[in-house]
Structures are given as structure tokens and as C-alpha cells.
């Protein structure tokens, strides 16, 4: 079975395990998160930081950007995103705290599920295909999951007298603009 395949695979039980509850056990959260980490880099813990070019620094099994992690409210007591997101569990309390900010009920059906996540987690990252993500892992995403508009764009910040530009996330829109909050996730520690 090919990993994309696991991987539709996986949200596919999940999204039917779930069902219509309203709450989210550890143990969902926990497949949720393995999920998104499988389906990012067949949850690769030792990946480190890729560089694409300009604007395409990724970290981590989740391979999340600065601008995600900010997103995210910088978790961690890290001095520096990338250590933050080379450790597992920092990384998934960043992806658990950005799905808890932005969660939407991306495919229409009234609720916020795994599928839901793991379509704003990856179309977070598969808009740095303009960023100068490589092609492959973009194509991959967006074959697995699907397109989901997500925004990033570009803003001058002021810094004293100069100016610098930086990723900032926009609220990640779906096709349903029938947004509906769902459960919030739980940071749940990684099984041994």
C-alpha cells in the first residue's frame, strides 16, 4: 500500500470512528496526529530543517514553517523555532494549537474532523508550492487531500527604522463558508 494510500486510508477510519461525537478522546487526537505527521513525512523524526529557496524553511516530522509556528503561539520553551520543531511533542502541540485556532469545517458536513485538519495542516504547508515548495511534496499533498484554499501572504512589519517582510497566516479558508468550530484537540504525549 503506498503511503498516500495509508494515509486517505487512515483519515478514512477516522473520520468514520468519530462519527458525530462531540468529544475528542486522547485516542483520536493521538491517530489524528499520526495521521497528519505520517502523511507530512511518513513521520520522519530525525528530518531536521529543508530549504527550498526563498520563503521555503520547513521543520520537523510535521514540516512546519516559522510563520506556522508563530501561528501557532511559538509553544515551547525553545529559543528558536527549529528546536521546537525537530522535537515531536513541541511540533504537535504547534499543530494542536494552529488546528484549535483555525479548525473549519472544511468538506460541508457540519463538523470539524480529522479530515478537516489534516486538509488545513497540509494546504498550510502546500502554499509554499508559490514559496518555492518543492513540486513533488506539494503534488503529493494536493493529490492526497484534496484542494483547500488556504491564505498566506506576505506583510511588511516595522522594526524600529527598517522594514522587513515576513509570512503571516490568514484564517485558512475552505469552500464552505459555513465555518463551524468543532471539538478542540488535546495535546496528547506520544505512545512509547
Not at 524553511?57 to 527549529?82: L, M, R, T
Request: one cysteine or more; proline letters at 7%; charged letters at 20%.
Amino acid at each position: 500500500m503506498s503511503p498516500r494510500t495509508a494515509a486517505v486510508a487512515c483519515l478514512a477510519l477516522y473520520a468514520l470512528a468519530i462519527g458525530s461525537n462531540a468529544q475528542v478522546s486522547d485516542e483520536a487526537t493521538r491517530k489524528c496526529l499520526n495521521c497528519i505527521c505520517y502523511a507530512s513525512t511518513k513521520c520522519n523524526t530525525q528530518i531536521g530543517c529543508t530549504n527550498g529557496g526563498p520563503n521555503s524553511y520547513f521543520c520537523g516530522p510535521y514540516q512546519i514553517s516559522y510563520a506556522y509556528w508563530v501561528d501557532a503561539g511559538k509553544p515551547g520553551n525553545f529559543d528558536h523555532f527549529e528546536k521546537c520543531l525537530k522535537d515531536q511533542v513541541c511540533a504537535e502541540t504547534a499543530v494542536v494549537n494552529y488546528m484549535n485556532k483555525w479548525g473549519t469545517d472544511c468538506d460541508g458536513d457540519g463538523q470539524v474532523t480529522c479530515y478537516d485538519y489534516a486538509r488545513l495542516r497540509l494546504r498550510a504547508n502546500a502554499q509554499g508550492r508559490s514559496l518555492g515548495l518543492p513540486g513533488g511534496v506539494v503534488g503529493g499533498r494536493d493529490r492526497l487531500l484534496g484542494p483547500v484554499p488556504g491564505v498566506l501572504r506576505p506583510v511588511a512589519l516595522s522594526a524600529g527604522s527598517r522594514t522587513r517582510r515576513r509570512l503571516r497566516h490568514q484564517r485558512p479558508r475552505c469552500p464552505q463558508q459555513q465555518a463551524q468550530l468543532g471539538p478542540k484537540l488535546r495535546h496528547v504525549p506520544p505512545r512509547s
